[in-house]
Each structure stands twice: as C-alpha cells, then as structure tokens.
T-cell receptor
Framework: AQSVTQPDIHITVSEGASLELRCNYS??????LFWYVQSPGQGLQLLLK??????LVQGIKGFEAEFKRSQSSFNLRKPSVHWSDAAEYFC????????????FGSGTRLQVQP | DAGVIQSPRHEVTEMGQEVTLRCKPI?????LFWYRQTMMRGLELLIY????????DSGMPEDRFSAKMPNASFSTLKIQPSEPRDSAVYFC???????????FGSGTRLTVV
C-alpha cells in the first residue's frame, strides 16, 4: 500500500545534540512529502515540504530534510536541538494524482534532555 | 488572519447524544479537511471538501458521522448518536494549494462518556 512509515515511535536527545527523524515512503513515483510538528495540546504546524527540485529542503525553526529516492526516505534533521523542540513529528505525503489529501505517518515523539 | 478556527475546544457528552463540531477555514482557502487523531489509529482523514463540495468521504467511520460545508467559511462535523469509541481529537485543516500544505486548527477534544 502507498504510505509513509516512521520507524521510531519515541526518541530522546540531549539539548544541543543533533537530531535525525526517519521517514520512509512507499510509492512508485515521486510523492509530495511534508513534515509537520505538533506541540502538546496544539494543532499541526508545517515544518517543510518537498515535491521537486533540490532534494535538500530547508524549513522553519532550523529544520531541514533530504529526499533520497534510492532509499525511499525523507529524513528530518536539525544540527542542534533546543528544549522547545520537544514535540511530536509527523511525516506525510500525497500522490500527485488520485486521492489528494495528506496521509500521515504514525509520528515520532521527541523528548529533549537538559 | 486568525487561522483555522475550531469550536468548541473541548466537548464532553454522554453516549447517545448528538455532537456538532465546527470549523471556520482561512478566507480564500478552497479545500477543507477533517481529521481524527487517536492514540491507536493516529491521524485519519475523515472527509475533505473542495469548493464546498465533498470529494472523498471514504474515511467517515459509519453513518453516524456526517459533514457539511454550506459555504466557503463554515463546516460542521456531526456525530449522532455518539459512542465512547468516538472519543478523540478532531482537527480541521484548510488549504489554498495542496503543494503548499495545510493549515490546521487547534482541534476539538471530544470525550464521550
């Protein structure tokens, strides 16, 4: 089935450390890919998106993601994590054709240690 | 812009009662989406509208759920009768262009007792 998979349910990093959250997609062509963040009790906020062009995309709050077709991945990275980054992160995609609504991964909860 | 506005923020109701959730999308956005978030199932698309017309309601769990969008600035999601398993956070989102992404509301936390 066409989907996105987030293999890590929960990740803990120390403040100031680097971060990489994994996202793998299953789709024959190039999907439209997104990363969203959800703080406790809040809605989802768009961090960044990819649908064509440069495979390294920059987003808000210092996040970036790299699209790797060979690995069917779209991993989210940040060089130095801040305590305020603690939240749940969702990878999402939709196909260019057919059902045009975002399908979300199961999410990765990030905890930041002082 | 005030963003996507959902009401109420919290709703506690008894099993069997009717529940209506409301959403005001961002002005100028022509697509509106209803999602449900639970621990077990994550974020699920229930239904989405384009230019006030329902496009895909295949995610609506059963006939107890219905959604309307009478105009470009208002949508409702109704559950009648409600059941405890409907307890979840319901999000509304709107979009002007899919490739830009969606703007989500703050959600309605529904508890059915």
């Amino acid at each position: 089935a066409q989907s996105v998979t987030q293999p890590d349910i929960h990740i803990t990093v120390s403040e100031g450390a680097s971060l990489e959250l994994r996202c793998n997609y299953s789709y024959g062509a190039t999907p439209y890919l997104f990363w969203y963040v959800q703080s406790p009790g809040q809605g989802l906020q768009l961090l960044l998106k990819y649908f064509s062009g440069d495979t390294l995309v920059q987003g808000i709050k210092g996040f970036e993601a790299e699209f790797k077709r060979s690995q069917s991945s779209f991993n989210l990275r940040k060089p130095s994590v801040h305590w305020s980054d603690a939240a749940e992160y969702f990878c999402a995609f939709f196909r260019d054709t057919g059902r045009r609504a975002l399908t979300f991964g199961s999410g990765t909860r990030l905890q930041v240690q002082p | 812009d005030a963003g996507v506005i959902q009401s109420p923020r919290h709703e506690v109701t008894e099993m069997g009662q009717e529940v209506t959730l409301r959403c005001k999308p961002i002005s100028g956005h022509n697509s509106l989406f209803w999602y449900r978030q639970t621990m077990m199932r994550g974020l699920e698309l229930l239904i989405y509208f384009n230019n006030n017309v329902p496009i895909d309601d295949s995610g609506m769990p059963e006939d107890r759920f219905s959604a309307k969008m009478p105009n470009a600035s208002f949508s409702t999601l109704k559950i009648q009768p409600s059941e405890p398993r409907d307890s979840a956070v319901y999000f509304c989102a709107s979009s002007q262009d899919d490739r830009v992404g969606y703007t989500f509301g703050s959600g309605t936390r529904l508890t059915v007792v």
